[in-house]
């Protein structure tokens, strides 16, 4: 009975070790795990600073270029080629308030004779071709005077003074209207002569606006746009890599701390791991 008490006792005391073995073998192995994921950590932590330190060379390096760039069309927009461009662009945007000044002189000359003309149109006996400029001259007469279609335009007006004339063309005042059409036919070679003027000033202005040249300043404008929105990459991708790395720093100290557990759950003994500082 004593021997068989011994023999349980030694089992017990076999089963403990054999318990306390596995238990270190389990916190041993962690520690191990633990030593791995730093070390791990600290290779990923050095390639984000590596790759930190070539995106803010390459973010220098842009910067520069962008004050180069940004220079180059700085002395072409102070140069006087390029101040030339501004004032002849300048003075064909005027042109766009000149041209809507005549336009608007010419039609309102013509409402003068808005009624013969309206009906005039409606006359079926008329060519497709002379049907065809009344109803432009009655609805946009500055878009039709031109020397090509003034015989025409003086043909209608003759026809419209005939019509009166005839009471084809019914009106109010046959005096008044036949006078308003003959103030306009005499007024047309004037008419068109101020338009023929204008249009010739204005086409002037647009071939000296395409023999300017440039290809140089909105090459570099583009240039320039590319670097910018570069740059804006490369300052969020930064901003990640910055905060991926804060991460990962920070959990080193945690790390540490339960790898000092671990050691002092092994042997009974407290430990304070040193590591060489970053």
């Not at 020397?147 to 009471?167: A, E, H």
């Amino acid at each position: 009975t004593d021997d068989f008490v011994t023999l349980t006792n030694d089992l017990k005391e076999i089963e403990h070790l054999i318990g306390n073995f596995s238990e270190t073998e389990e916190n041993v192995n962690a520690t191990i795990e633990l030593i791995k994921s730093r070390t791990k950590t600290l290779e990923k932590i050095s390639k984000q600073e590596s790759r930190m330190s070539e995106l803010r060379k390459s973010l220098d390096e842009k910067k520069k270029r962008i004050t180069d760039f940004e220079k180059i069309i700085s002395d072409i927009k102070n140069s006087s080629d390029y101040t030339a461009y501004q004032n002849t662009k300048s003075e064909l945007s005027n042109f766009d308030s000149e041209e809507k000044q005549i336009r608007h002189r010419i039609d309102d000359e013509f409402t003068k004779i808005s009624r013969p003309l309206g009906k005039f149109v409606h006359i079926s006996s008329h060519d497709k071709e002379i049907k065809d400029l009344t109803a432009k001259l009655a609805s946009s007469p500055y878009d039709v005077l031109d020397d090509v279609n003034l015989s025409g335009i003086k043909n209608i007006l003759d026809s419209i003074n005939t019509g009166i004339d005839s009471g084809s063309v019914s009106v109010k005042d046959v005096s008044k209207s036949k006078e308003g059409v003959d103030e306009i036919k005499n007024s047309l070679p004037s008419f068109i002569n101020t338009k023929a003027t204008f249009e010739l000033k204005k086409k002037d202005l647009i071939t000296k606006l395409e023999d300017f040249d440039l290809t140089a300043l909105q090459n570099t404008e583009k240039d320039l746009k590319h670097e910018e929105n570069d740059i804006s990459d490369i300052e969020s991708k930064l901003e990640s890599f910055e905060d991926e790395t804060l991460e990962l720093t920070n959990s080193l100290p945690g790390i540490i701390r339960q790898i000092e557990m671990n050691l002092k759950d092994v042997t009974s003994i407290s430990y304070i791991v040193s590591v060489e500082p970053r």
